[in-house]
């Protein structure tokens, strides 16, 4: 009889407290949207582009954009696309997202414009390494960095929308 009760009591428990997280939001603001942050790749930095080059072919990457001789290059294989950056460009490997691309860079017709994606991560309390002129209507680039400091790149080629 005593398990029947304790039984009662925490599914009595347990749908309650369900009930307070659903009728609060679950801690999260119920307007709040997801970001559109754009197409994903991840840059990596490396020390000899063409042994770099070489070695994600053999993994089936193909080079899809970029110039060796510049030293970038832009290689896909499948759904996953990597950028390859020797020299200053980047000093460490960084998640990039491309807004108004889609994945064989072709601009969308509508797309979230990265200073407003700066404006909204801004507004939930996050702290940007670099800012985007928000009067600008070009290209441009915002960069954050998570709590284990790897940089986040927001990197978008295509004038606003």
Known sequence: ????????????????ASM?????????????????LGNFSVSLTV?????S?????????KQVAGNAAQNWLILQNDSSTIGL??????????????????RQMKTLPQFDDVRDIQKELKSRGLTLA????????????????????????????VPCP
């Not at 080059?53 to 990457?61: D, H, N, P, Q, T």
Request: charged letters at 20%; glycine letters at 10%.
């Open 1 to 16: 009889m005593i398990r029947i009760i304790t039984c009662v009591a925490a599914c009595f428990l347990g749908g309650w």
């Open 20 to 36: 307070q997280t659903a009728s609060s939001g679950g801690g999260q603001d119920k307007k709040e949207v997801p970001v559109r």
């Open 47 to 51: 020390k000899d582009i063409a042994a």
């Open 53 to 61: 080059r070489a070695f994600y072919e053999k993994l089936g990457f």
């Open 85 to 102: 950056f020797q020299g200053p460009t980047l000093k460490k490997n960084t998640l990039t997202y491309n807004p108004g691309w889609d």
């Open 130 to 157: 670099l800012e985007a002129d928000p009067a600008s209507t070009g290209p441009a680039s915002i960069m954050l960095t998570d709590p284990d400091g790897n940089p986040i790149l927001i990197d978008q080629h």
